[in-house]
């Protein structure tokens, strides 16, 4: 019967430190964290060994219900696999213990404004990047590889894909990307 921390930040300029230190207060012996996007659950590694070695009795904590999960079904998905075995959820922060039934009634009206709130966020940023096109102002992300480097590569030094992808330290994937959009007309 032990209690496992999981901490989650969004993005590699965010801190922390804050979480670990209220889990650590909250008794944890354990605290897994890691920087990736909560909306989706693959790529989050930590938090799938934390669930994995969860055993019946034991209590996950995080310090907002948000750091677990960013939608309703993915909060069931988490609480329930963990629930059925005998493992409890708290949120230091939120008050929320599932060991109770008052716990698991508060924890499904979290996931709701959870996602509700999600949903919100995403309609801002629709409606600010529409906004921002009309103004002229809206600028793409920076593409990360250049395409005519790969196609220069290609035509000129005839390497392939895996020995472009190498020189240039990326996936191959990208290299096929890279020069199929230098055939493909973009459309948006």
């Known amino acids: 019967m032990a209690s496992y921390g999981y901490a989650r ?19 944890c012996s354990v605290v897994r964290a890691e920087k990736a996007s909560g909306s989706r659950r693959d790529g989050r590694t930590e938090l799938k060994v934390l669930l ?12 907002f219900i948000d750091r677990l999960a960013r939608s309703m079904k993915d909060l069931q998905d988490i609480v329930h696999g963990p629930k059925d075995c005998g493992v409890a959820l708290r949120a230091t922060e939120q008050l929320l ?6 716990g698991k009634a508060f924890l499904d009206m979290l996931g709701v404004f959870t996602g509700f709130e999600t949903n919100l966020r995403r309609e801002r940023q629709v409606e600010r990047i529409a ?21 220069r590569l290609r035509d000129e030094e005839k390497l392939r894909a895996a020995a472009i992808a190498r020189r240039l330290g990326i996936g191959r994937t990208s290299v096929y990307r890279a020069l199929e959009a230098a055939v493909l007309p973009r459309t948006c």
Do not use: W
């Open 97 to 102: 213990d599932t060991a109770t039934a008052a």
């Open 131 to 151: 906004q921002a096109k009309t103004r002229g102002v809206y600028k793409r992300r920076k593409p990360s590889i250049d395409a005519a480097e790969v196609r």
């Open 9 to 27: 930040i969004s993005t590699p300029d965010q801190d922390l430190t804050i979480q670990r230190t209220a889990l650590k207060a909250a008794g």
């Open 52 to 63: 994995d070695f969860l055993q019946r009795g034991d209590t996950l904590v995080v310090t």
